[in-house]
């Protein structure tokens, strides 16, 4: 009797000095059974917001191309060779006739473009939309990730799992005990600080009657189910009135919540910013054009079961932090010329609008230094990043014809349909940022070495290996198959190689400035 009146004064003291804790957490079979059914919804939520994203993306691309071909005039027919009763005098002046026709079309082509993008290009229409989409998203799915996120930090607890914990003698000049709790075989050591003495007394003679409870919270697991992770120690008095509690480890996040969070914090003010920039620019060199890239993260590579994938487009984040400016087309041998005084094309006959290839790393980096020579002050001229191109070419989700439901062929010169040569660059359509080629024709020089994408969860701003054998080039061109001019496939290439079926596009990064 004496024992069980000490026990009751001392649950009496501890319960009136103690601070509350939050109420004992469900049984796990109610916590996994309505987080199931949560992740569900938020799963199909989302690909019903996918799809009519996508669906209105498709529905603008045909428009804004429709719109396109009307405003673009015919280009003149190529002139005959050299008749055999015409003079050379009359020759010349029929082909200066031909070029100035030719540039006729062209700047009606260009003014038309101005002004279609001055009314309002793809890019504004596009941005408008993903801004929508995003608003949905955050006002859909918010309630569902919250959801989530009280079921994950709440936890739960299951049924029949118990524990053991032993009170060690206090350190008194630490105010603290030693205590081991025993799970299912395995000792956790810690230690229960207390304020003052009173408690340390109190806590001591109801050593042998305290309670330990497993706490687990869910965590995501390899096949997008749910599984528990055993996270804290609740320790309660024998009313089961909870005195303190001992972590054990963090389950890992749920991509859901994940994903609202990078809508609030980066996607949408990345979309809105997108619509309030220049689309374009005009380069220092005739044909030479560059539109705004809005910085936002992306999943860099390609899920497993992509066809064509190959085992180094391992997927991971990459959040570009930057903007930038893109080169709407490859290089092409006609500005080659003018920066360096010759065409090292193998393919020369191809035309001056077709792509300058044939070229090592090191030509390209010494084409950029002499631009950047003669026009300084306007900004900085080089090579796209691997995250830079790869987030361009597949406008931060996925290939263009994927996302347009047409053909490769609508968007890109590659084996199928390139007849062994390049193409004069900007006569296939462009992706969703207005980049032409940049799947197939030819391939393009980035300014990383090749070698294994870093294997930190977010990769910000990435450069590269610091060295290596081989420079990545990307996109494919005439010469390759489907697999290899996706926005996803790797390839590389020795600095000190060069092929007829590589080039380059640039990269214009405007001071902080001009932005």
Same mark, same amino acid.
């Given at each position: 009797?004496?024992?069980?009146?000490? /026990?009751?004064?001392?649950?009496?003291?501890? =319960?009136?000095?103690?601070?509350?804790?939050?109420?004992?957490?469900?049984?796990?079979?109610?916590?996994?059974?309505?987080?199931?059914?949560?992740?569900?919804?938020?799963?199909?939520?989302?690909?019903?917001?996918?799809?009519?994203?996508?669906?209105?993306?498709?529905?603008?691309?045909?428009?804004?191309?429709?719109?396109?071909?009307?405003?673009?005039?015919?280009?003149?027919?190529?002139?005959?060779?050299?008749?055999?009763?015409?003079?050379?005098?009359?020759?010349?002046?029929?082909?200066?006739?031909?070029?100035?026709?030719?540039?006729?079309?062209?700047?009606?082509?260009?003014?038309?473009?101005?002004?279609?993008?001055?009314?309002?290009?793809?890019?504004?229409?596009?941005?408008?939309?993903?801004?929508?989409?995003?608003?949905?998203?955050?006002?859909?799915?918010?309630?569902?990730?919250?959801?989530?996120?009280?079921?994950?930090?709440?936890?739960?607890?299951?049924?029949?799992?118990?524990?053991?914990?032993?009170?060690?003698?206090?350190?008194?000049?630490?105010?603290?005990? @030693?205590?081991?709790?025993?799970?299912?075989?395995?000792?956790?050591?810690?230690?229960?600080?207390?304020?003052?003495?009173?408690?340390?007394?109190?806590?001591?003679?109801?050593?042998?009657?305290?309670?330990?409870?497993?706490?687990?919270?869910?965590?995501?697991?390899?096949?997008?189910?749910?599984?528990?992770?055993?996270?804290? $120690?609740?320790?309660?008095?024998?009313?089961?009135?909870?005195?303190?509690?001992? @972590?054990?480890?963090?389950?890992?996040?749920?991509?859901?919540?994940?994903?609202?969070?990078?809508?609030?914090?980066?996607?949408?003010?990345?979309?809105?910013?997108?619509?309030?920039?220049?689309?374009?620019?005009?380069?220092?060199?005739?044909?030479?054009?560059?539109?705004?890239?809005?910085?936002?993260?992306?999943?860099?590579?390609?899920?497993?079961?992509?066809?064509?994938?190959?085992?180094?487009?391992? /997927?991971?984040?990459?959040?570009?932090?930057?903007?930038?400016?893109?080169?709407?087309?490859?290089?092409?041998?006609?500005?080659?010329?003018?920066?360096?005084?010759?065409?090292?094309?193998?393919?020369? $006959?191809?035309?001056?609008?077709?792509?300058?290839?044939?070229?090592?790393?090191?030509?390209?980096?010494? $084409?950029?230094?002499? /631009?950047?020579?003669?026009?300084?002050?306007?900004?900085?001229?080089?090579?796209?990043?691997? =995250?830079?191109?790869?987030?361009?070419?597949?406008?931060?989700?996925?290939?263009?014809?994927?996302?347009?439901?047409?053909?490769?062929?609508?968007?890109?010169?590659?084996?199928?349909?390139?007849?062994?040569?390049?193409?004069?660059?900007?006569?296939?359509?462009?992706?969703?940022?207005?980049?032409?080629?940049?799947?197939?024709?030819?391939?393009?020089?980035?300014?990383?070495?090749?070698?294994?994408?870093?294997?930190?969860?977010?990769?910000?701003?990435?450069?590269? @290996?610091?060295?290596?054998?081989?420079?990545?080039?990307?996109?494919?061109?005439?010469?390759?198959?489907?697999?290899?001019?996706?926005? =996803?496939?790797?390839?590389?290439?020795?600095?000190?190689?060069?092929?007829?079926?590589?080039? $380059?596009?640039?990269? /214009?990064?405007?001071?902080?400035?001009?932005?």
């Amino acid at each position: 009797m004496p024992r069980l009146i000490l /026990l009751l004064v001392a649950t009496y003291y501890l =319960a009136s000095v103690t601070p509350a804790f939050a109420a004992q957490p469900a049984t796990s079979s109610r916590v996994l059974s309505e987080l199931t059914a949560t992740l569900e919804r938020y799963r199909a939520e989302s690909r019903r917001l996918e799809s009519r994203h996508l669906n209105q993306l498709r529905d603008i691309e045909r428009a804004y191309y429709l719109k396109l071909n009307s405003l673009k005039t015919e280009n003149p027919t190529q002139p005959a060779s050299k008749g055999m009763f015409e003079t050379t005098e009359e020759y010349k002046d029929r082909l200066a006739r031909h070029r100035q026709d030719l540039a006729t079309v062209r700047k009606a082509n260009r003014k038309a473009l101005t002004e279609l993008e001055r009314q309002g290009g793809l890019h504004i229409q596009v941005a408008k939309t993903e801004v929508s989409w995003l608003k949905a998203q955050l006002e859909c799915l918010s309630p569902m990730a919250k959801t989530i996120t009280r079921l994950q930090n709440n936890g739960c607890l299951v049924t029949g799992d118990t524990a053991t914990i032993t009170v060690q003698r206090p350190h008194a000049d630490t105010f603290r005990f @030693p205590v081991t709790i025993n799970h299912k075989g395995t000792l956790y050591r810690e230690t229960w600080t207390y304020p003052d003495r009173d408690r340390a007394e109190t806590i001591w003679k109801l050593r042998h009657d305290i309670k330990v409870r497993p706490h687990y919270s869910p965590e995501p697991n390899e096949e997008g189910g749910v599984r528990l992770r055993l996270t804290r $120690f609740i320790i309660t008095d024998p009313q089961g009135k909870a005195l303190t509690q001992f @972590p054990v480890s963090t389950p890992a996040p749920f991509e859901a919540v994940a994903h609202l969070a990078r809508i609030q914090s980066d996607e949408l003010p990345a979309a809105r910013i997108l619509m309030s920039l220049r689309n374009a620019v005009e380069g220092p060199l005739p044909g030479m054009r560059f539109v705004f890239i809005s910085p936002r993260s992306f999943d860099m590579g390609s899920p497993k079961q992509t066809p064509g994938r190959r085992p180094d487009e391992r /997927l991971h984040r990459v959040q570009l932090k930057r903007p930038f400016y893109m080169q709407t087309t490859e290089v092409t041998q006609a500005q080659w010329e003018l920066v360096m005084g010759n065409n090292p094309s193998g393919f020369p $006959f191809c035309g001056s609008d077709c792509p300058v290839e044939n070229i090592y790393w090191q030509d390209a980096m010494r $084409f950029i230094t002499k /631009l950047n020579a003669q026009y300084k002050g306007k900004g900085r001229f080089r090579l796209p990043t691997e =995250a830079e191109w790869e987030y361009t070419a597949r406008t931060g989700t996925l290939d263009p014809w994927v996302q347009s439901g047409e053909d490769a062929a609508t968007y890109a010169w590659f084996r199928p349909n390139a007849g062994e040569a390049p193409h004069p660059v900007a006569t296939k359509h462009a992706n969703l940022w207005n980049i032409y080629d940049i799947n197939g024709n030819v391939s393009e020089w980035c300014s990383d070495w090749y070698g294994p994408y870093p294997s930190q969860p977010i990769s910000k701003d990435p450069q590269g @290996p610091l060295n290596g054998e081989f420079r990545v080039t990307r996109g494919g061109s005439w010469f390759h198959g489907i697999d290899s001019i996706r926005g =996803a496939h790797r390839n590389s290439a020795n600095a000190e190689d060069k092929g007829a079926y590589i080039g $380059f596009r640039l990269v /214009l990064d405007i001071p902080p400035e001009g932005l």
